[in-house]
């Protein structure tokens, strides 16, 4: 154990002494800090905005005046969906997926963008947030500190000394691997800073950690492969080569090749193609707003046979309410049929993805990133969801208003004559039924259990590593 902290210790007074070591290491903390509090501040700043236009449709919605209920259906409410405490680590798809929607009756409105704000802070850098910075960048670090642990020992000579002197190669390599998993840790307090602040703002303990232990099996890999690559290459300017060029292919090549394979295996049908075959199905449920269109014949025969009477004037309830309420029930059922197919394939494309943090490290971290922090597909998948049903719900509870406190008499004249049309106007109370709309992560343990395959895949390779590592210093030679 001595010979292993007096070899780590070694290797530290060398990087410290080091005009390289510390410039790169400056320059990757700068980036890093520059992100990090970029990124919190940008994401702090659109919660609360986020949370103030929720309240603000909200408020707006309720304090609407009497008015004919099917006029509310069309006045519509936004939902915003807040990000989550550790999105100012990984945003995630935040900024691609859009954070509102605009909820109507007889349609469902796709999430709109608003990843603009970023551009303002970073520039032509606006991508970058401090989990891309810790995928891409941080492996550089490491190569950069790393490609010379073995090789530089061995071309100033002082391997042989200590390999004659009795120290064994595993041993030597042993005490490397534990400073270049020292500078690791060091590495990761940025990260932590990011994450105990998202304590702090609300999420979970145990989802921060669990995020920092992505991250920590993530870089070992790399401080693995540098490791091995320098007791395996006998000159430092052949390690750095090779070093480089697998971070082009794993960080760069490999994930792009990937997303190109996923969207071929599982094939998406394009925005034209399945709207023309959407509105092709809604044609066929007819009209919700004429309670005359032939596709409720049955459902007005139905509901004279039912209630004995010969005229739909002489019904209890309001012909065409029924109607509003029949025909957004069919619709609503054909819309989440169609929306339900977009996102199985939207999943089973991410899976297919995902599934390549198997050959690449990078795209195992990035999906456990992701989903630990609360920004990956399957939350933006229940976001829409949970706006649909808000959706869904409010609409209808406008047409039972509609159908049940609304004479039909009045209803087909209000158009023609005013007092028929003031009589039609129900009382502001009715806009009550709106829920409040509030989107929050999944708790901590199912995030993490969505993470778990990418646990698996990060410590595979961790272990694969490791053993290379064992064999390498075994035949560790001067």
Same mark, same amino acid.
């Given at each position: 154990?001595?010979?292993?902290?007096?070899?780590?210790?070694?290797?530290?007074?060398?990087?410290?002494?080091?005009?390289?070591?510390?410039?790169?290491?400056?320059?990757?903390?700068?980036?890093?800090?520059?992100?990090?509090?970029?990124?919190?501040?940008?994401?702090?700043?659109?919660?609360?905005?986020?949370?103030?236009?929720?309240?603000?449709?909200?408020?707006?919605?309720?304090?609407?005046?009497?008015?004919?209920?099917?006029?509310?259906?069309?006045?519509?409410?936004?939902?915003?969906?807040?990000?989550?405490?550790?999105?100012?680590?990984?945003?995630?798809?935040?900024?691609?997926?859009?954070?509102?929607?605009?909820?109507?009756?007889?349609?469902?409105?796709?999430?709109?963008?608003?990843?603009?704000?970023?551009?303002?802070?970073?520039?032509?850098?606006?991508?970058?947030?401090?989990?891309?910075?810790?995928?891409?960048?941080?492996?550089?670090?490491?190569?950069?500190?790393?490609?010379?642990?073995?090789?530089?020992? #061995?071309?100033? !000579?002082? *391997? %042989? =000394? @200590?390999?004659?002197?009795?120290?064994?190669?595993?041993? +030597? $390599?042993?005490?490397? /691997?534990?400073?270049?998993?020292?500078?690791?840790?060091?590495?990761?307090?940025?990260?932590?800073?990011?994450?105990?602040?998202?304590?702090?703002?609300?999420?979970?303990?145990?989802?921060?950690?669990?995020?920092?232990?992505?991250?920590?099996?993530?870089?070992?890999?790399?401080?693995?492969?540098?490791?091995?690559?320098?007791?395996?290459?006998? #000159?430092?300017? !052949?390690? *750095? %080569? =090779? @070093?480089?060029?697998?971070?082009?292919?794993?960080?760069? +090549? $490999?994930?792009?090749? /990937?997303?190109?394979?996923?969207?071929?295996?599982?094939?998406?049908?394009?925005?034209?193609?399945?709207?023309?075959?959407?509105?092709?199905?809604?044609?066929?449920?007819?009209?919700?707003?004429?309670?005359?269109?032939?596709?409720?014949?049955?459902?007005?025969?139905?509901?004279?046979?039912?209630?004995?009477?010969?005229?739909?004037?002489?019904?209890?309830?309001?012909?065409?309410?029924?109607?509003?309420?029949?025909?957004?029930?069919?619709?609503?059922?054909? $819309?989440?049929?169609? /929306?339900?197919?977009?996102?199985?394939?939207?999943?089973?494309?991410?899976?297919?993805?995902?599934?390549?943090?198997?050959?690449?490290?990078?795209?195992?971290?990035?999906?456990?990133?992701?989903?630990?922090?609360?920004?990956?597909?399957?939350?933006?998948?229940?976001?829409?969801?949970?706006?649909?049903?808000?959706?869904?719900?409010?609409?209808?509870?406008?047409?039972?208003?509609?159908?049940?406190?609304?004479?039909?008499?009045?209803?087909?004249?209000?158009?023609?004559?005013?007092? /028929?049309?003031?009589?039609?106007?129900?009382?502001?109370?009715?806009?009550?039924?709106?829920?409040?709309?509030?989107?929050?992560?999944?708790?901590?343990?199912?995030?993490?259990?969505?993470?778990?395959?990418?646990?698996?895949?990060?410590?595979?390779?961790?272990?694969?590593?490791?053993?290379?590592?064992?064999?390498?210093?075994?035949?560790?030679?001067?």
């Amino acid at each position: 154990m001595k010979h292993l902290f007096t070899i780590a210790g070694a290797e530290w007074r060398h990087w410290l002494r080091s005009r390289l070591a510390w410039g790169g290491a400056l320059l990757l903390a700068g980036l890093l800090v520059a992100t990090t509090v970029l990124t919190t501040l940008r994401m702090q700043g659109e919660a609360a905005e986020r949370a103030h236009h929720q309240a603000e449709a909200e408020a707006a919605f309720l304090s609407q005046p009497a008015r004919h209920p099917h006029r509310m259906v069309h006045y519509g409410h936004y939902v915003f969906r807040t990000p989550a405490p550790l999105a100012r680590f990984d945003p995630g798809l935040d900024p691609v997926t859009g954070q509102s929607i605009f909820l109507e009756g007889h349609r469902q409105n796709t999430a709109m963008f608003a990843a603009s704000g970023a551009s303002a802070d970073l520039g032509s850098l606006s991508w970058l947030s401090p989990a891309l910075v810790y995928q891409l960048f941080a492996p550089l670090m490491v190569i950069l500190l790393g490609h010379g642990l073995i090789a530089r020992e #061995r071309e100033a !000579a002082t *391997l %042989a =000394t @200590l390999l004659v002197q009795g120290t064994p190669g595993r041993v +030597v $390599l042993a005490g490397k /691997a534990l400073a270049l998993l020292s500078f690791v840790a060091v590495l990761l307090l940025p990260m932590a800073l990011s994450a105990g602040l998202a304590v702090h703002a609300g999420d979970s303990a145990l989802a921060a950690v669990a995020l920092l232990g992505a991250y920590l099996l993530y870089l070992s890999i790399w401080s693995a492969l540098a490791l091995v690559a320098s007791a395996l290459l006998r #000159r430092r300017s !052949a390690v *750095l %080569a =090779t @070093l480089a060029t697998l971070w082009i292919a794993l960080a760069l +090549v $490999l994930p792009a090749t /990937a997303a190109s394979w996923a969207a071929k295996a599982v094939p998406m049908a394009g925005k034209l193609e399945t709207d023309l075959a959407m509105l092709g199905d809604l044609r066929k449920l007819g009209d919700g707003h004429n309670a005359n269109d032939p596709a409720f014949a049955q459902l007005r025969a139905d509901l004279l046979a039912k209630h004995g009477v010969q005229r739909v004037e002489d019904l209890p309830v309001n012909l065409r309410g029924v109607v509003a309420q029949v025909g957004e029930q069919k619709l609503t059922e054909t $819309l989440n049929t169609y /929306a339900r197919a977009q996102m199985e394939t939207e999943t089973r494309q991410a899976a297919v993805l995902a599934n390549h943090g198997w050959i690449t490290p990078l795209l195992a971290v990035a999906e456990a990133s992701r989903a630990v922090a609360g920004t990956d597909l399957a939350h933006h998948h229940r976001f829409l969801q949970e706006a649909e049903a808000l959706r869904y719900a409010f609409v209808q509870g406008l047409n039972k208003v509609h159908a049940e406190k609304l004479a039909y008499s009045d209803d087909v004249r209000r158009s023609a004559d005013a007092s /028929a049309e003031e009589r039609t106007r129900v009382d502001a109370a009715n806009w009550q039924l709106l829920d409040r709309f509030v989107f929050a992560p999944d708790a901590a343990n199912t995030r993490i259990a969505r993470a778990w395959p990418q646990w698996l895949m990060l410590c595979v390779w961790c272990a694969v590593l490791a053993g290379a590592g064992l064999w390498a210093g075994g035949r560790l030679e001067p």
